[in-house]
């Protein structure tokens, strides 16, 4: 099954829109939609997949990366743990 990125919405509030961000990634990780060693989509695809900036998407992704749930390889790319 492919993830639809673009049903991320991010919401106003409290919650950072980075964690939101996150926190969508993670939860297709836990529903089996995202699997380890999937390749995620660059960056620049992901902001405009999920309608956020660049600067979000790698907050977002350094997150996870804390959380041990994405590793980057430089010029490569990210990819579920």
Excluded: C, N
Aim: hydrophobic residues 45%; without cysteine.
């Amino acid at each position: 099954m492919t993830l639809d990125w673009t049903a991320f919405e991010p919401v106003h509030g409290p919650v950072a829109r980075y964690k939101q961000a996150a926190a969508f990634i993670r939860s297709a990780v836990e529903a089996g939609d995202l699997k380890s060693g999937d390749a995620l989509p660059a960056e620049a695809q992901l902001s405009d997949y999920m309608d956020v900036s660049v600067d979000t998407i790698r907050a977002a992704l350094q997150l996870l990366r804390d959380e041990g749930i994405v590793v980057t390889s430089q010029g490569i790319g990210s990819f579920i743990a």
